[in-house]
């Protein structure tokens, strides 16, 4: 069974500043994937990042960028001149690898980041 | 590319009553999931399929939910009789391979009162 934490339930930056969410799992797999979505208050889950366990480089999407541990089991994930668009919950989300078809997502309780303006 | 479409996007019912959500997936997407949504405990996952085929209904909260996949581009989430606890959001969201990602629809809000 995989599990996810993440240990901020709230954050809050001042609009382009840099800012950082937390999330550590565990895994027994050796085989797996991480991601980060993002749930705005219209509720959609938007994928933005994600990482593939057996890549070493950290997955870049435009200001959207991870820092993985793998010995750590930590997935945090760094975004850039936060923008007001940015305000939503960020859940960090695991699943295990497998041969064919998807295996489901284990997600964290969420961190509902909050931009001042 | 539609996404992934759920219907109803809001439902009110009683208790006692049944209830039916649907889900169409991405065409092309091998893999349905069913998850629910609740303050208390967060995103769960409730069922999935891959290939039409149920392969983890762990999730199943109680045999008054089932889900059905008839085919490749329709599933189900019924849960007979509803009960107030029941109230969440429900997504569905589907996925050729997990390592590319998973996309969610838009949720269904269920109220039982």
């Known amino acids: 069974a995989q599990t996810v934490t993440q240990s901020q339930p709230e954050m809050s930056v001042q609009e382009a500043e840099t800012v950082t969410l937390s999330c550590t799992y565990d895994?027994?797999?050796?085989?797996?994937?991480l991601f980060w979505y993002k749930q705005p208050p219209s509720r959609q889950m938007i994928l933005v990042i994600r990482?593939?366990?057996?890549?070493?480089q950290n997955a870049t999407e435009n200001r959207f960028s991870v820092n993985f541990q793998k010995a750590a089991k930590s997935f945090s994930l760094k975004i850039s001149d936060s923008q007001l668009g940015d305000a939503a919950m960020y859940f960090c989300?695991?699943?295990?690898?497998?041969?064919?078809?998807?295996?489901?997502?284990?997600f964290g309780k969420g961190t509902h980041l909050i931009i001042q303006p | 590319d539609a996404g992934v479409i759920q219907s109803p996007r809001h439902e009110v019912t009683e208790m006692g009553q049944e209830v039916t959500l649907r889900c169409k997936p991405i065409?092309?997407?091998?893999?349905l999931f069913w998850y629910r949504q609740t303050m208390m405990r967060g995103l769960e996952l409730l069922i999935y399929?891959?290939?039409?085929?149920?392969?983890?209904d762990s999730g199943m909260p109680e045999d008054r939910f089932s889900a059905k996949m008839p085919n490749a581009s329709f599933s189900t989430l019924k849960i007979q009789p509803s009960e107030p606890r029941d109230s969440a959001v429900y997504f569905c969201?589907?996925?050729?391979?997990?390592?590319?990602?998973?996309?969610f629809g838009s949720g269904t809000r269920l109220t039982v009162v």
């Open positions: 990482q593939e366990a057996y890549k070493q």
């Open positions: 989300a695991s699943c295990r690898g497998s041969g064919g078809g998807a295996d489901g997502l284990t």
């Open positions: 969201a589907s996925s050729l391979t997990g390592a590319y990602g998973y996309t």
């Open positions: 895994t027994s797999e050796s085989d797996y994937y």
């Open positions: 065409s092309g997407h091998n893999s």
């Open positions: 399929f891959n290939n039409n085929v149920p392969i983890d």
